[in-house]
């Protein structure tokens, strides 16, 4: 049986009864985060140019704007992953970096391009983000990007936050041979019974999958020091969203604990964020953008080729090595959970391709 050809069938299906393409929001809204393909070369030059500015050194000795808002995320590192928080506080700073990018170009138009990491599932390494035009590739010697119109700077700080200026780095590992197929992540996606329960599988799964198998500045605190990162989140608040807007019922629902095991509620303050309540986030509408779907546009320069003779299954979650769940707060069963959550779906999508 060709897998390709029963995948994509697949995938159709579930996008088509379970996941909405597109929130209903983007039809009364102009602010539409597309998938970084989408873009127009005018559209991703101006991208572009504003990351550059935000770049740039102020007039005064002192980090830039951006490495300013990287130091953000490393200063609450703790407090904001392995939680129910974990969507909520990265929707917020992702809408502030999109503020600040605005500001920087003075256009009040424009948005943080999403990166469906789906579409690059079988050679993530392969994918045209990965080249000069978008973020640039793997590092080289001591792990150093010398490529990309987003990938060669120098940021200010290190993972602890001290000023510490270095090359960007990226070391690619194992888990770039691993991505979620679109059907495997729709399947996880769309079998999340509670916001809880989507949370986990987000951030214990693809979400920190994508961060320790790109590495470098990606697996630390600082990974805001790649402008990958907020593409990479960009994408998770999508799912959010897309969650959200598949389940009406759930949509406004906030549940589970955070990393120090208290339980969490919508009046919750977003950790270095005063008078930011989780309510305030919960809707990206009201946040003032959404999603466009991923087109067939899109997937044609994923650099991805569906090979329809394919006899090959998808294989297995990666292991997750104890040190990357020690420094992420992870706790063991909670990933082995996730993992064996996430092979199951696999197992089944191979089972039911004849493999």
């Not at 998938?35 to 550059?52: D, G, H, W």
């Not at 992702?94 to 990491?117: A, F, G, K, M």
């Not at 986990?200 to 320790?212: D, F, K, M, R, Y």
Request: hydrophobic letters at 40%; charged letters at 15%; aromatic letters at 10%.
């Amino acid at each position: 049986m060709r897998y390709s050809i029963v995948l994509l069938s697949l995938v159709a299906i579930i996008a088509a009864t379970v996941v909405p393409m597109i929130s209903a929001a983007c039809i009364n809204n102009n602010l539409v985060r597309k998938e970084i393909r989408q873009l127009t070369p005018a559209e991703l030059t101006k991208y572009i140019n504003a990351v550059t500015l935000a770049r740039r050194a102020l007039p005064r000795p002192g980090p830039t704007q951006y490495d300013t808002f990287a130091r953000i995320h490393a200063m609450q590192g703790y407090f904001i992953h392995s939680g129910a928080n974990f969507l909520p506080w990265h929707r917020y700073y992702l809408r502030q970096y999109e503020l600040l990018l605005q500001s920087v170009i003075n256009d009040p138009t424009l948005t943080v391009p999403y990166w469906d990491w789906t579409l690059d599932y079988q050679n993530p390494s392969a994918s045209v983000i990965f080249t000069d035009p978008y973020f640039g590739g793997n590092g080289g010697s001591a792990s150093c990007v010398t490529n990309g119109k987003l990938g060669q700077w120098r940021p200010l700080y290190n993972w602890a936050g001290n000023a510490s200026a270095h090359c960007l780095k990226r070391s690619f590992g194992e888990g770039m041979s691993r991505y979620p197929s679109p059907a495997t992540l729709q399947t996880l996606i769309s079998g999340s019974a509670t916001y809880a329960n989507l949370a986990t599988n987000i951030e214990i799964g693809p979400h920190n999958l994508v961060h320790s198998s790109i590495g470098g500045d990606m697996k630390e605190a600082i990974s805001p020091n790649d402008a990958l990162f907020f593409s990479h989140h960009a994408n998770v608040d999508r799912l959010w969203a897309n969650w959200q807007d598949a389940n009406p019922t759930l949509a406004g629902t906030y549940n589970g604990k955070n990393i120090t095991g208290q339980r969490v509620g919508l009046t919750d303050i977003l950790h270095g964020f005063p008078g930011i309540t989780v309510s305030k986030v919960m809707k990206a509408s009201t946040m003032g953008y959404c999603y466009s779907a991923t087109t067939a546009s899109a997937a044609a320069r994923s650099a991805q080729t569906l090979d329809d003779e394919s006899e090959e299954p998808l294989p297995n979650w990666p292991p997750v090595s104890a040190e990357f769940m020690a420094s992420k707060g992870i706790d063991p069963k909670v990933q082995a959970e996730v993992t064996a959550r996430i092979n199951n779906i696999i197992d089944a999508l191979n089972d039911a391709n004849g493999f």
